[in-house]
């Protein structure tokens, strides 16, 4: 059964929510720069997790989770605060090989300046 959380302050139909999924884990990163606007970013991440089931869950146990990560980054030399990323995923499981998956992520990081001026 999933985890119910009960919030008095909020409408009858919002009064529970349904927790899906939990987990714990462990990030370690690391930053290669390459140039003065260049560099490498190099992670992994390992979390235990429970997927609660659910019509689009079939997850009836915990599971170990390994995902290595690869990003290459540039960013402008006046501020190192906006970046354009190029990133890798992967996300692996040992006792479930079709739960594997990779992720290929374009974008942009950027900071907000509400003291522009």
């Keep these: 059964m999933p985890t119910t959380v009960n ?8 009064e529970q929510i349904k927790i899906n999924t939990l987990s714990y ?6 930053i290669i ?13 390992t979390f235990y ?8 869950f079939i997850n ?10 690869f990003e290459l980054f540039y960013y ?8 354009i990323f190029l990133r890798f995923r992967t996300v692996v499981t040992t006792d479930a090989i079709e739960r594997n998956f990779v992720q290929l992520q374009v974008g942009y990081k950027g900071r907000f300046n509400f003291n522009a001026k």
């Design 7 to 14: 919030n008095p302050n909020t409408a009858p139909e919002y």
């Design 25 to 30: 884990g462990i990030e370690v990163k690391g």
């Design 33 to 45: 720069p390459l140039y003065r606007n260049f560099g490498i970013n190099i992670g992994w991440i």
């Design 49 to 56: 997790q429970k997927l609660w089931n659910r019509p689009a």
């Design 60 to 69: 009836e146990s915990w599971r170990w989770y390994h995902s290595p990560e």
């Design 76 to 83: 402008p030399i006046k501020s190192n605060q906006d970046k």
